[in-house]
């Protein structure tokens, strides 16, 4: 009762003291950043939308978020759909990604996902993918005056998830921003407590004169993650009878009660340029700069287990319980020059140095792993040709093993028409992670060192924007050498379980991967349907990748504003539905995932009941997921031994205010 009296008091606090927003909220949504297509400087890139402050404060537009490629957003204190979509623990529209019981575990993916704009090996310890915040995912600020937002979200049992940010400037031209965000919650079965501590600091300067500016940030990373490798067998049966008895869902039994993950990173980040010619004409400017930027990254992932279990086998002689470690640790230095011609257009010079040192079961004196430098050319290219938007990039390792080659290119239409469209080539060569190649375990069968192959990827896509039709992407995909994680999955003496033992492979043949997708939202008035479908088909011998051929979403819901226009609400009903395929299994003793062909997953309703409400800057979330799972039957799972999460009802608020 105390904590639902503390949410009506910060309800009724936000109607005294936040400042006053207006919105027109008959019109479409505007354009949130796109982070896949990294669009360019925003105010032509959204839809008007009238989002402005109290006449005592700057107007909204001048609140700028800059990401790592200068491409910059404003702002957005508006609630549509899109914000019910990422109001979540990644922040992230989670559409193509399956949860799992518990928020701060891993997620299973629906999807193909590969970065195409990076050379680099890929990340190793793939369950931590999606929450760890990347080099490119970091916000610089620009403001003019002290922003805050604050986050709250239940959890769900015994904690909650917040988010706390602030940025200010110092001056004109230097701007700081520090962030937290910290979660803790127990979970429904046994041993699977999750809790992360993210904090994050950035500065940005540009000199009087703009012949110098910089770009820092510092992040801190942790999770832990409490590990019972799913249910055992007889546990899903007794899920699966919805036999009273197991709706606690602690009485069923896990594979471990005393294994618990912890992964760790600390990076250290600057990139900074100097001008060093300007020529200014008419119209446009000619300049040229060099750069350097330089990147410092550790990384620890952890499996600690008090007794060894026969899931994974036998360990070493004279252990008792299992510790492994393993360490990556990075030094990234890359020089470059810009150049900014009228002429040429945008062209950028890149040497890259790279320095790995990777150790794995660096607590034991026979940890393995290897240490090296290599080197790589790239070049940027940008301009306007024709009506269209060309962007391309090409870079080749130069010496050593592990750093890749990529080349990207992209053709985007920019005249404003009823229909625009995307172009693009994807042409990718890199490592597949470090763990496929060396790993080292105080159990016996976790320990191997291969000769890894680098994935090389293919990818043509084309994407149309129809006002009256929505948005359509195509992906044609070749995939060689694709590399993944099987199981022994051979049978326990003791019970009808399988091992989780994993097995490194490496595929001699192509894989051929087609993906559709269609969004479309469509108005009557106050109502909207908000739709989204992909369709997928992947052409292979075996099953080795294995996605759902379809999967949906769609969000029927009703906005307006009440109480003499003092708050906005949306309430509606979304339905996620994906069909039924061999999801991957979690492999908890690797923090990634393992191929299975015993089990299909899918082909049951996701539904979720939501009210949201918006009061001057204040965005309230009420949400009751899975509101479908006492009635349609215990069929629902993350992966074949996790079930999804049960019936539950949630709250939180995104709270900004200007000083």
Do not use: C
Not at 261 to 276: A, E, T, V
Not at 297 to 320: M, P
Not at 429 to 434: A, E, L, R, V
Not at 574 to 603: D, R, T
């Amino acid at each position: 009762m105390k904590f639902y009296s503390f949410f009506i008091i910060i309800i009724f606090s936000s109607l005294s003291f936040l400042y006053s927003q207006d919105n027109d909220f008959n019109q479409d949504p505007q354009l949130i950043e796109d982070e896949v297509e990294k669009k360019n400087i925003l105010l032509n890139n959204f839809k008007k939308k009238k989002d402005t402050l109290n006449s005592r404060l700057p107007d909204i537009r001048k609140y700028l978020i800059i990401d790592i490629n200068k491409d910059s957003t404003y702002l957005d204190t508006t609630l549509t759909i899109k914000k019910h979509y990422k109001f979540n623990y990644l922040r992230k529209d989670n559409f193509e990604l399956l949860k799992y019981s518990n928020i701060g575990q891993t997620y299973n993916e629906l999807t193909h996902s590969f970065d195409f704009l990076s050379f680099f090996p890929n990340f190793s310890f793939s369950s931590k993918n999606h929450a760890y915040l990347k080099s490119n995912e970091i916000k610089y600020f620009q403001v003019p005056t002290p922003l805050t937002e604050l986050l709250f979200k239940t959890v769900m049992k015994q904690g909650q998830h917040t988010d706390a940010f602030f940025s200010s400037n110092i001056s004109e031209k230097f701007n700081f921003s520090i962030a937290f965000k910290g979660l803790r919650s127990l979970g429904n079965y046994q041993n699977i407590l999750s809790g992360s501590k993210q904090f994050r600091f950035t500065t940005k300067y540009n000199s009087s004169n703009n012949r110098y500016n910089f770009k820092l940030h510092f992040v801190s990373q942790g999770f832990e993650n409490q590990e019972n490798g799913g249910l055992i067998t007889e546990s899903l049966t007794n899920f699966e009878s919805k036999d009273p008895l197991f709706n606690e869902r602690s009485k069923l039994s896990v594979k471990f009660e005393d294994a618990e993950n912890y992964f760790s990173s600390k990076r250290y980040y600057l990139d900074h340029q100097f001008l060093l010619t300007q020529k200014k004409d008419s119209t446009q400017k000619n300049s040229f700069s060099i750069g350097h930027r330089f990147e410092y990254e550790t990384i620890n992932n952890t499996y600690e287990q008090d007794q060894a279990s026969e899931f994974y086998g036998t360990i070493k002689s004279g252990l008792n319980g299992i510790n492994d470690k393993s360490e990556i640790k990075t030094t990234l230095n890359e020089f470059y020059t810009d150049l900014n011609s009228n002429l040429l257009g945008k062209i950028q010079i890149i040497y890259t140095n790279y320095n790995y040192k990777y150790k794995s079961n660096s607590l034991s004196n026979e940890s393995d792993g290897f240490n090296q430098n290599e080197n790589a050319l790239s070049i940027k290219f940008n301009r306007n040709i024709f009506g269209h938007h060309l962007k391309a990039i090409v870079s080749n390792g130069l010496f050593g093993d592990r750093l890749g080659n990529l080349i990207n290119t992209t053709i985007v239409s920019n005249k404003q028409k009823e229909l625009k469209y995307k172009f693009g080539l994807n042409i990718s060569s890199k490592h597949p992670g470090f763990y496929y190649e060396t790993y080292g375990s105080s159990y016996n069968n976790l320990n191997w060192s291969n000769n890894i192959k680098k994935e090389k990827i293919r990818n043509v896509f084309l994407k149309f924007q129809f006002n009256k039709f929505g948005d359509l992407r195509i992906d044609l995909r070749t995939i060689e050498n694709y590399t993944y994680f099987s199981s022994e999955a051979t049978s326990l003496p003791s019970s009808n379980d399988k091992t989780l033992i994993p097995i490194v492979n490496q595929l001699d043949s192509s894989l051929y991967y087609l993906k559709l997708k269609l969004d479309k939202e469509f108005k009557f008035g106050k109502f909207a349907i908000d739709n989204s479908f992909v369709y997928q088909n992947v052409n292979q011998k075996g099953d080795y990748l294995n996605l759902p051929e379809i999967i949906s979403r769609n969000t029927f819901y009703y906005s307006n504003t009440i109480l003499k226009g003092a708050m906005f609400f949306q309430t509606g009903i979304s339905l996620k539905y994906f069909s039924k395929y061999f999801a991957n299994e979690y492999n908890p003793a690797l923090s990634s995932f393992h191929v299975q062909n015993q089990k299909k997953i899918g082909g049951f309703p996701l539904i979720d009941l939501f009210v949201n409400a918006k009061i001057k800057q204040t965005r309230l979330f009420l949400k009751a997921e899975h509101f479908n799972s006492t009635f349609t039957g215990n069929n629902f799972y993350s992966s074949p031994s996790y079930p999804y999460r049960d019936f539950i009802i949630r709250f939180g608020l995104v709270w900004n205010f200007f000083n």
